[in-house]
């Protein structure tokens, strides 16, 4: 069976069952590493997730594909959040955080730098706007290679 079709699979398969247990699906990835191949679903929630969440989400996945056996290889299913520096990938998610602090990386330098730190104030008419303590940066989307939630302690 394709890459595509079984993360599209096991996305359809969970939906359901996150929305019943208040969590989202951030993400699917089927890739090989070495000779193993790994399964890989990260779930959100609006508060953090735990261990239990993972053991849900994970004890429902594994019955089901054991039902429907959708893929033909061997695999390791792991279930996880997407960290505190998790990537910010969608309009959406660029609303839903918009307030906290992030990393960007950019693909060309800009101002002779390709990594800014600041606060996120939104994605504007394609335009990623941040503020750090030298003011207001606006950063086209296509112009970003990364963004991602800062971890500051």
Wanted: hydrophobic share 35%.
């Amino acid at each position: 069976m394709a890459k595509v079709k079984i993360t599209t699979q096991v996305s359809d398969l969970l939906a359901p069952f996150l929305e019943e247990n208040g969590l989202e699906l951030y993400d699917v990835e089927f890739v090989k590493e070495g000779r193993d191949w790994f399964l890989r679903v990260y779930i959100d929630k609006d508060d953090y997730v735990d261990t239990d969440d993972c053991e849900l989400v994970s004890r429902f996945l594994s019955e089901k594909l054991d039902e429907e056996d959708p893929i033909e290889q061997n695999y390791y299913l792991e279930v996880s959040s997407p960290g505190m520096d998790r990537a910010i990938r969608n309009e959406a998610e660029y609303q839903k955080y918009s307030g906290r602090v992030v990393d960007v990386k950019l693909y060309s330098q800009v101002d002779g730098q390709k990594e800014f730190q600041g606060t996120l104030k939104g994605l504007v008419d394609g335009q990623v706007i941040i503020e750090d303590e030298k003011g207001s940066h606006s950063f086209p989307l296509e112009a970003i290679s990364k963004t991602k939630l800062a971890v500051l302690f």
